[in-house]
Nanobody, 119 residues
Framework: QVQLVESGGGLVQAGGSLSVSCAAS????????MAWYRQAPGKQRELVAA???????NYADSVKGRFTISRDNAKNTVYLQMNSLKPEDTAVYYC?????????????WGQGTQVTVSS
């Protein structure tokens, strides 16, 4: 079993910065992808940024150039630095750990942390 514990987030004014982190514990495959998703009220959950254990990253177009994902493989921790925040970034941010077994994905989720950007 895998547990994901998120921290950070909160309230910030537009143009400000916030960071969130997520620590994974339990039985974790060495080769995996850690990611951040977000879900705003009335909207579907969307991928914000992801990073594989090999260092490959991908970002949603809406956050490119503003958000940076990083990870510490030794600590099984993923970070998301969010700069130049906009009100439309307001959402619950969820940490995700994914690995593949026989080509089938297995996903674990954190409990979510609120990020609110005021205008």
């Amino acid at each position: 079993q895998v547990q994901l514990v998120e921290s950070g987030g909160g309230l910030v004014q537009a143009g400000g910065s916030l960071s969130v982190s997520c620590a994974a514990s339990g039985s974790i495959f060495r080769i995996n992808r850690m990611a951040w998703y977000r879900q705003a009220p009335g909207k579907q959950r969307e991928l914000v940024a992801a990073m594989t254990s090999g260092g490959t990253t991908n970002y949603a177009d809406s956050v490119k150039g503003r958000f940076t994902i990083s990870r510490d493989n030794a600590k099984n921790t993923v970070y998301l630095q969010m700069n130049s925040l906009k009100p439309e970034d307001t959402a619950v941010y969820y940490c995700n750990l994914r690995y593949y077994v026989s080509s089938s994905p297995t996903d674990y989720w954190g409990q979510g942390t609120q990020v609110t950007v005021s205008s």
